[in-house]
């Protein structure tokens, strides 16, 4: 399925924010409304993604309406919504309506009035009404990314700078620094960069100009510029990178515990991923970032050594998730949920590069990163992540030039690439010691990719797609969602299918299924919290519990609806199918991993799998498959420090890996509960008690 963490979350996260504030909030004089101040009549705003200008806003004023229209196209999708709002006689918006459809096609149709003091709100996934007494925000899930800026001004006008939200919640604003940009005509333009907060998991970063007008939206990968500015959008990225790395910075420094002494993790219960199975109670020792002995249980802390309480919980290995694409936010969460390892299946080389150094220089919490060279072929459809090449001899000069860089596990081919290229592709990847993998490309079938090369298969989707559409179906278009309906037909005894099977057994081709995107995308529905998010969604800010019972896809009756859902099953059905052959599964989501993961390890389970295997199939099975097997993958005298604790048994109950008391990763040590209120998370567990002996 593979929605590309950035661009996915584009219009839940940087763009899913509007706001209504009542009339008796921070009452403002029309005098304050000087000419200066007042906005244009129209303006417009691109889209930069990767360098690539992938789409736009245009907002258009009418005495006192806003309307706003919204699009962006990447990687053959996109999402697109109308907006208007009408506004008091204090320039805020009173009723707001937005239509359209989000990334994958679900339909919006999202109203907010205020009238008389009371609100009303309703969507495709939630409906409500509150009383308005004291200046709340009403956070809508599918407002464009202008919502921001009327956001950022109710802001700025309250006194303290921070507005409750509707349906829950605070936001707040902060001043972060100036800085100077040069439009397309060579002219400053000063700005002033302020952090928003309080809606999803991190800051949204905006640049206002000296008369509190928009300028962009910023973020690493993503930026949201006025026109003209378009070729400052490098300079706000990269500004976007150094403020969340100043922000992961100041977390790194203060919930890192690294001790100069050995620490001893005592009473607790390894899980041995080599046999599967729980020990008895133990002790580990860990000095700097290897663990030196296992020892018996330790009545009295020692001296000399720094003693964490493990109090008969499980020590786990730690896990790898296999889908990952890194950013700084998935860097740190995924370790706070014990998973201390990731490859990455796309990103920009400098993006990617960058994040990676963070981590080894200690600026920000991270997992180890196993790097995948992606390339993707120039079509209308190209995603913007990654290279692009247009020819086949460019194509293998990519590879060439990711096998000379070093570093690289793997390449990873997307869609859009000519199938015919992948064979030249594929010799000079296994030339330079690069396995391969990726998407089957568009007009190409699964069987053609691992006779061309293919060592792993990415998304269970794409083989089976092979299997139900004709040849000039377009995989790089919706095909490729809504082709999965085909599924419900599909005989697993056929010839086809057991032949490709086969074939993988023979020539142990790995497959990446991604189940839990899958689950998400087939089974979610709007107004229902997603089944993968139930054990955790509690102890999230609101704006990620609304996001989840937003569906992925536009589900049209009840045919559909169970369309979806069968196909689903059938997924399963195949996996299980591929699992008791043989075929090596390895677990990643493309859904940012962390909680994400522990998901996708659930959904093992239903492939016939134990507890105890989809452990160590998380953990040992995979240091094995990406080559650590030696330092990585189990809880052994000489391997690295890797691992994390939980209070329970989840060889008994899967579900014990949710609640996190400890990690290690080489060797520094993390209590997740201390990082989470940075992101607004309620913590899970409780902090093990310390004893630091001299």
């Known amino acids: 399925m593979n929605i590309h963490k950035s661009i996915k979350t584009l219009p839940l996260f940087i763009c899913a924010i509007a706001l209504i504030i009542s009339s008796g909030c921070s009452q403002q004089d029309e005098s304050n409304y000087t000419a200066k101040n007042r906005l244009p009549n129209q303006e417009k705003f691109r889209l930069i993604f990767g360098g690539t200008d992938v789409g736009g806003i245009i907002v ?19 999402a697109s919504s109308t907006e208007t709002l009408q506004l008091s006689d204090t320039g805020l918006p009173i009723d707001w309506r937005i239509t359209g459809k989000t990334v994958f096609g679900n339909e919006v149709n999202e109203q ?3 009238i008389d003091g009371m609100a009303n709100w309703e969507s495709s996934s939630e409906s409500g009404s509150a009383k308005v007494e004291s200046g709340e925000i009403y956070i809508a899930q599918n407002a464009s990314p202008y919502a921001l800026f009327i956001y950022a001004k109710a802001l700025l006008e309250n006194t303290n700078q921070s507005l409750s939200a509707l349906p829950s919640g605070e936001l707040t604003i902060k001043k972060v620094q100036s800085l100077t940009l040069h439009d397309d005509k060579n002219t400053k333009v000063e700005a002033i960069i302020y952090s928003i907060n309080g809606i999803e998991l991190a800051p949204s970063y905006i640049a206002l100009d000296q008369n509190q007008h928009l300028l962009a939206y910023l973020s690493p990968r993503a930026v949201i510029v006025k026109e003209g500015l378009e070729q400052q959008s490098k300079v706000l990225s990269e500004l976007a990178a150094t403020l969340n790395a100043n922000r992961f910075d100041k977390i790194a420094k203060k919930a890192t515990h690294q001790f100069e002494k050995p620490v001893r993790i005592n009473n607790v219960r390894i899980f041995d991923s080599i046999n599967k199975q729980l020990t008895a109670p133990q002790s580990v020792l860990i000095e700097k970032n290897k663990i030196t002995a296992i020892e018996s249980v330790l009545d009295e802390p020692k001296d000399g050594e720094v003693l964490i309480d493990g109090n008969g919980g499980t020590l786990i290995p730690g896990f790898y998730e296999m889908h990952g694409h890194m950013s700084d936010n998935d860097a740190l969460l995924n370790v706070m949920a014990g998973v201390t390892s990731v490859r990455d299946m796309g990103n920009e080389i400098t993006v990617l590069d960058s994040l990676i150094e963070k981590i080894e220089n200690k600026q920000i919490i991270g997992p180890r990163i196993t790097k995948s060279g992606f390339i993707e072929g120039k079509s209308e459809f190209s995603n913007a992540t990654g290279e692009i090449a247009s020819t086949e001899q460019e194509a293998v000069d990519l590879v060439n030039m990711y096998g000379e860089k070093g570093g690289y596990f793997q390449i990873k081919i997307y869609s859009s690439v000519n199938g015919e290229w992948v064979p030249a592709m594929a010799k000079a990847a296994k030339e330079h010691g690069m396995r391969v993998t990726g998407h089957i490309p568009a007009f190409s079938t699964v069987d053609e990719m691992i006779a061309a090369g293919y060592d792993e298969i990415t998304h269970i989707n794409q083989a089976m797609l092979s299997w139900v559409l004709d040849r000039e179906e377009d995989t790089r278009t919706l095909y490729r969602i809504t082709g999965m309906k085909r599924f419900v037909d599909l005989d697993l005894n056929s010839e086809k299918v057991q032949n490709t099977l086969n074939t993988m057994v023979e020539k142990n081709i790995a497959v990446d299924p991604t189940m839990v995107i899958h689950e998400f995308g087939l089974t979610a529905r709007n107004g229902a919290t997603r089944i993968g998010t139930q054990d955790y969604i509690n102890n999230m800010p609101v704006g990620v519990q609304r996001n989840a019972k937003v569906a992925l896809l536009n589900v049209a009756d009840n045919d559909e609806d ?11 059905e195949t996996l299980t199918l591929m ?9 990643g989501t493309d859904l940012g991993g962390a909680f994400e993961l522990h998901r996708e390890l659930e959904l093992f389970k239903k492939l016939g799998m134990t507890n105890a295997e989809v452990l160590s199939r998380a953990s040992y099975d995979m240091a094995h498959y990406l080559g650590y097997g030696e330092q990585l993958g189990s809880i052994e005298v ?3 420090a890797d691992f994390f604790l939980v209070p329970g048994d989840p060889i008994s109950d899967l579900r014990a890996i949710k609640t996190i008391s400890m990690v290690a990763k080489d060797g520094a040590i993390y209590f997740p509960s201390e990082v989470y209120p940075e992101f607004g998370i309620k913590p899970f567990a409780v902090v093990p008690k310390v004893v630091d002996r001299d």
């Open 112 to 114: 907010f009035s205020l």
């Open 562 to 572: 169970e369309a979806y859902r069968l196909a689903f099953d059938k997924i399963i």
């Open 638 to 640: 000489g391997k690295l």
């Open 579 to 587: 699992h008791n052959k043989g075929i090596l599964l390895v677990p």
């Open 60 to 78: 258009d004023r009418d005495a006192d309406k806003i309307n706003i229209d919204y699009s962006f196209s990447n990687n053959g999708r996109g």
